[in-house]
């Protein structure tokens, strides 16, 4: 069944930018109607939904985000990747990285193992 | 944006007896062209991902035990498991996908062994 890998640096100066890639396996990042999603969850407490992102190139972003955010995916390499700017230690979290049904039903699942990534200098 | 609520923050169930998560949204999720409620819940144990329970808020996922079920509609829902079993420990966490613009979680509510 497809497998998720989050992979990325796990400390990030606070102003830079943080970039983490997924990496599907076990089937075709192309295939059907899915998006593709990062989510994220600090320390003991909720989730944050990121952003999302089809082969089509169309994306989603979480409006609170928005300006901090690009989503890409490359599918020959059948990995897509997140890039965060001027982070600050409120982006000290795990990231996971998770698919959408698409048009079929937007719920999470599978998602990868998650990333944590903390912001410091 | 679509708030969403749970209650109970925590639960302590005995094992083998019933538990019950109820999560509210700010706003109707339910699509009146498909009479389909876009929420969805899932399962996180202590240093694991979510895991997808049930989405159209009554459809559980294939693999998961029949002891989980999911009712409700509108802006009400509730997830229910039926007997206990201590596998069940996790934080449980209601999600909204009514809008592509933004999916949204509830808080999540923690189960635990009373």
């Known amino acids: 069944q497809v497998q998720l890998q989050e992979s990325g640096p796990g400390l990030v100066q606070p102003s830079q930018t943080l970039s983490l890639t997924c990496t599907v396996s076990?089937?075709?990042?192309?295939?059907?109607?899915?998006?593709w999603s990062w989510i994220r969850q600090p320390a003991g407490l909720g989730l944050e939904w990121i952003g999302r992102i089809h082969t089509s190139g169309d994306t989603n972003y979480n409006p609170s985000l928005k300006s901090r955010v690009t989503i890409s995916i490359d599918t020959s390499k059948s990995q897509f990747s997140l890039k965060l700017s001027s982070v600050s230690a409120a982006d000290t979290a795990v990231y996971y990285c998770?698919?959408?049904?698409?048009?079929?039903?937007?719920?999470?699942?599978?998602w990868g193992q998650g990333t944590l990534v903390t912001v410091s200098s | 944006d679509i708030v969403m609520t749970q209650s109970p923050e925590s639960l302590g169930v005995s094992l083998g007896e019933r538990a019950t998560i109820n999560c509210k949204s700010s706003?109707?999720?339910?699509?009146?062209?498909?009479?389909?409620?876009?929420l969805a819940w899932y399962q996180q144990k202590p240093g694991q991902p979510p895991k997808l329970l049930i989405y159209w808020a009554s459809t559980r996922e294939s693999g998961v035990p029949d002891r989980f079920s999911g009712s409700g509609s509108g802006t009400d829902f509730t997830l229910t498991i039926s007997s206990l079993q201590a596998e069940d420990v996790a934080v449980y966490y209601c999600q909204q996908y009514y809008t592509t613009q933004l999916f949204t979680f509830g808080p999540g509510t923690k189960v635990d062994i009373k």
């Open positions: 706003q109707s999720v339910l699509y009146s062209s498909n009479n389909k409620n876009y």
């Open positions: 998770a698919r959408d049904q698409g048009s079929s039903g937007r719920w999470f699942g599978p």
């Open positions: 076990g089937g075709s990042i192309s295939s059907g109607s899915y998006y």
